[in-house]
């Protein structure tokens, strides 16, 4: 049905609204955003869901960084937390670095964390 057959009054849906979404969801990437745009509203309560079960918070990756240096273990960073571990925080040169990176990491960690989750509503939508 195009348009012009549409009865007066009626308006298809528009995709792409992130209305439904949090505010925090804007520091995710682009291509997120867009396939986050692309979902039907009930996916996008499964993505809220799931990406909110698997996120890190930076404020406490931050505070885990100053405190106790275990924040990479918790971003998926084993080999080089136990590397962190072993020279002392790289000979406390490295403390001082992460406290830099570490929000990029986050970050980085929380972007993958929602391709994988929106791989996963793709991959269960198929399924159907």
Known sequence: MTTSDQPEGSQQPEHNQLTTLPADFGKLSPTVAMAIGNMTPDQRDIFDYEYRK???????????????????????????????????????????????????????YNDAKANEVIRNIRYASQQN
């Open 54 to 108: 698997k996120k890190r918070s930076l404020g406490a990756m931050m505070t885990l960084a100053i405190l106790f240096p275990i924040h990479f273990f918790f971003l998926d960073k084993t080999g080089l937390g136990i590397a962190y571990l072993l020279t002392g925080g790289f000979f406390l040169i490295g403390w001082i670095v992460f406290m830099f990176l570490t929000p990029g990491m986050v970050r980085e």
